[in-house]
């Protein structure tokens, strides 16, 4: 069978099981759960692939499943993820099919990328025979909370013997109709740090009796971003934000401490390793010099997620064969994490966007946004990508 013809056949395939794809992802959008509590989503995923046959599925941490398709004939042996926690928003969205769980909503696509990865199970599944190696389907929890599901899968052994791995992410702030594609460094590493600014509390009248913690902990803040400026080179990709800024209780109180909180991120190793050292730095000195004195923690977060430049190739040319060449998107590097990152410890491998944005529908808000919703027909692009890979790696290869 010729490339052009195998490709025809799996994405008719895919096709036809396009709306069972999305009535998976609607039950998910309905029963949303926490980072490290999807023991619903976790037994629902887990009975579906058991009902495909062929598949060997465990449960590698309380939360997480995975799905192992071996073949008849040795081969490569393929990892494909996708992750299953949702946010704590309370939805807005006026849909049938809204979140029936208070105050928790998958406002990040994450329902889909569950749903388009039990579409490529469930079809890989019926072609057994035709597998050269294993293909191992990875539904991780917790990507949205440090330390993350993927390190603890990892530690679990779910990467072990794989030799590429492969996600994807549904962008929703690209228009529905490519595919993004990006080699070498894609997403940032994402550190938190926390400060507390300890002065001296008194009358607002009377600030001179005080050490004024806000007014010292709003130089802070500024000076914080000289190290973006002049303590770093303008080539390397680097973000501070302080996200939270908290002190006082009423107009006329000067208060005793402020606390700020915020994130850094960045691609650069030796550069991420500094930045306590540079941050503090600039927190001591401004404390000291006004007579003050602060608490300083800094936590990294995952590491930054870098394609392999060979996996990535082949992806694009996955993206060619099964959609098109129009389909390419070659998009730039952004300093938002990841946790697939931790699968890219253990062997090469890509990490793709699926554009899920739609103007005309009104499919346009942010992630992580209250009425984030994601164009429904990328659901079909993306088990296209991940039977097609397949195909490619473990079928033809």
């Known amino acids: 069978m010729t490339t052009a013809s195998a490709v025809e056949t799996l994405n008719k395939a895919v096709e036809e099981i396009k709306e069972q794809v999305i009535a998976w992802r609607r039950y998910l959008h309905q029963n949303p759960e926490l980072s490290f509590h999807e023991e619903n989503t976790a037994q629902f995923v887990y009975d579906t692939l058991v ?39 309370t939805e807005e969205n006026d849909l049938p099919y809204a979140s029936q769980n208070p105050g928790v ?6 329902d889909g990328h569950t749903a388009m990865l039990l579409g490529a199970a469930k079809l890989l599944a019926g072609m057994k025979e035709q597998i050269k190696g294993e293909v191992r389907f990875l539904f991780q929890h917790a990507e949205e909370l440090a330390p993350g599901g993927a390190e603890e899968m990892v530690e679990a052994g779910v990467m072990d013997g794989v030799d590429l791995v492969i996600g994807s992410h549904l962008w929703a702030s690209m228009e529905f109709g490519t595919v993004g594609i990006c080699p070498g460094p894609m997403m940032a590493a994402p550190d938190t740090f926390y400060i507390v600014v300890k002065g001296k509390g008194g009358h607002a009248a009377l600030p001179h009796q005080t050490i004024d913690s806000i007014a010292i902990a709003a130089q802070v803040v500024t000076n914080l971003q000289h190290i973006v400026a002049r303590n770093t080179d303008p080539l390397d990709n680097l973000v501070v934000s302080v996200t939270k800024f908290v002190g006082g209780t009423t107009h006329n109180v000067i208060p005793g401490s402020v606390e700020i909180l915020g994130t850094v991120r960045s691609f650069n190793p030796e550069l991420r390793a500094n930045m306590p050292t540079l941050m503090e730095r600039v927190v001591k000195g401004i404390t000291e010099a006004h007579g003050a004195s602060y608490e300083f923690e800094y936590e990294n977060g995952y590491r930054p ?48 966007y699926i554009a899920a944005g739609n103007r005309e529908k009104g499919i346009t808000y942010p992630h992580h946004h209250p009425r984030f919703a994601i164009e429904e027909n990328a659901l079909e692009v993306g088990v296209k990508m991940f039977v097609n890979a397949a195909r490619k790696i473990v079928m033809e290869g």
Do not use: Y
Not at 56 to 72: C, F, W
Not at 105 to 110: E, I, L, N, R, S
Not at 331 to 337: D, E, L, T, V
């Open 51 to 89: 009902s495909f046959g062929n598949l060997e599925v465990t449960r590698p941490t309380r939360t997480s499943v995975v799905a192992r398709l071996i073949g008849p004939a040795p081969g490569k042996v393929l990892a494909m993820r996708a992750d299953m926690d949702a946010l704590p928003i």
């Open 305 to 352: 997620v870098i394609n392999d430049a060979e996996v990535t190739r082949l992806m694009e040319d996955v993206v060619v064969e099964s959609l098109g060449a129009e389909w390419v998107e070659h998009i730039r590097p952004n300093m938002g994490g990841e946790d697939f990152s931790a699968f890219q410890q253990k062997a090469p491998g890509c990490f793709f």
């Open 105 to 110: 909503m998958h406002a990040c696509g994450h």
